[in-house]
Nanobody, 130 residues
């Protein structure tokens, strides 16, 4: 499985960005694809996840109400619309699979990052200036 992110950049606080993640080599529709982020000096955080077959979504408390995850199964692509961005959202954002619709599932996947479990994109930088 190969995941390629795009859409990061520099934006002022209160602004918006949309991230995209194109997946290739996926053979099973029964999986989730999601977003994780790592801020400088902080641990990897599970941000959002969407089930590619059932559309069930998950959001961390820190982004709930501001970020929206969506999918286009015809393109095997997911999107993360980020509105009302804050300086605390500054991070490298990674697309990854699998993921699950609970904080526990996202925490397990984040913890397994260094082991090579699952598939991860190369990351895209999001910088929010105050």
């Amino acid at each position: 499985v190969q995941l390629v992110e795009s859409g990061g950049g520099l934006v002022q606080a209160g602004g918006s960005l949309r991230l995209s993640c194109a997946a290739s080599g996926v053979t099973n529709d029964d999986h989730g694809i999601g977003w994780f982020r790592r801020s400088l000096g902080k641990e990897l955080e599970g941000v959002s996840c969407i089930g590619m077959s059932d559309g069930i979504t998950y959001y961390s408390d820190s982004v709930k109400g501001r970020f929206t995850i969506s999918k286009d199964n015809t393109k095997n692509t997911i999107y993360l619309q980020m509105n009302n961005l804050k300086p605390d959202d500054t991070a490298v954002y990674y697309c990854a699979t699998p993921c699950g619709p609970t904080s526990q599932a996202m925490g397990v996947m984040a913890a397994l990052y260094s082991t090579g479990f699952g598939s991860w994109g190369q990351g895209t930088q999001v910088t929010v200036s105050s």
